[in-house]
């Protein structure tokens, strides 16, 4: 990331699309797309218009409407207060700097039960914080990803001790055959860095991935309680803002 994009990350109320984290388990929406600026833009104005409506109808029918409609008129309040604060800084970021995002909503009134409201459909900015900063560190006991850092390692280009491919030409040409070592076309050389490669990397999530045992319940459910004890918390935080008791 830029400097550019590093200080919209830190400074707007956005949740940048990370790249892939090697991780076996799932990742929630951690890699989907918001979208390009134009369609960011369109859901912005769609949430705006939605706004007026909800509050509209809210502020002259309330003492009229039953309390499930007033209840739902309020979760439409948040979701379209919610979506406008994001998606508009968001359609400015993805169209000047470049910087994929993660979506804010997707349908939440489309969920089949409340673990897909919650998880995957409401609020996916705050859940992916949630999920990558508490959930992954008590469950991976690590602020990074273990197999982040083994790929990292493993990345690292090793130093040859001898002019790359000199013992490539050794095991393909007799030494009887009477063909100059150094005459052998460039080509060869690097084709078979590239096979030796490709086999190296097919070979690493084996070495990785399924040596790695699977967390322990008793670290998912810390994990779990955590998030849901910080997200209390920190809308108790909100609660107190807007009412000052």
């Known amino acids: 990331m830029s400097v550019a994009q590093i200080t ?6 956005l ?3 990370p790249p892939s984290r090697n991780k076996s388990g799932p990742e929630g929406r951690l890699q989907d797309s918001a979208g390009e600026g134009p369609a960011l833009v369109g859901r912005w104005l769609a949430k705006t218009a939605l706004l007026v409506v909800v509050v509209l109808s809210y502020t002259e ?17 948040i ?25 804010t909503f997707d349908q939440p009134w489309m969920s089949a039960s409340l673990g897909e409201f919650w ?15 508490l959930y992954d560190t008590c469950v991976e006991g690590s602020l990074v990803n273990p197999n982040r850092l083994q790929s990292s390692a493993a990345e690292k280009p090793a130093t040859p001790s001898s002019p790359p491919g000199n013992e490539e030409q050794k095991q393909h ?34 070495q990785t991935g399924p040596t790695r045992q699977a ?31």
Not at 8 to 13: C, E
Not at 63 to 74: A, D, I, Q, S, T
Not at 119 to 133: D, G, K, Y
Request: hydrophobic content about 50%; cysteine-free; proline content about 8%.
């Open 173 to 206: 040409v007799a030494p009887d055959s009477g063909i100059r070592k150094d005459t052998l076309p460039v080509t060869a050389t690097a084709a078979t860095a590239t096979v030796t490669a490709a086999v190296t990397a097919a070979a690493m999530p084996s």
């Open 8 to 13: 919209a990350a830190l400074a707007l109320p």
């Open 79 to 103: 979701y379209s207060m919610s979506g406008i604060i994001m998606d508009g800084p968001a359609a400015i970021v993805v169209e000047l700097l470049g910087l994929p995002v993660l979506p």
């Open 119 to 133: 998880a995957r459909r409401w609020n996916i900015p705050t859940t992916s914080v949630l999920r990558t900063v």
């Open 215 to 245: 967390p322990s319940i008793l670290r998912r459910q810390l994990g779990l309680h955590v998030v849901f004890f910080v997200s209390g918390a920190v809308h108790e935080y909100m609660a107190w803002l807007l009412t000052g008791s």
């Open 61 to 77: 029918y309330r003492e009229v409407m039953p309390v499930v409609l007033n209840h739902y008129l309020l979760a439409f309040t």
């Open 15 to 17: 949740f940048p699309k």
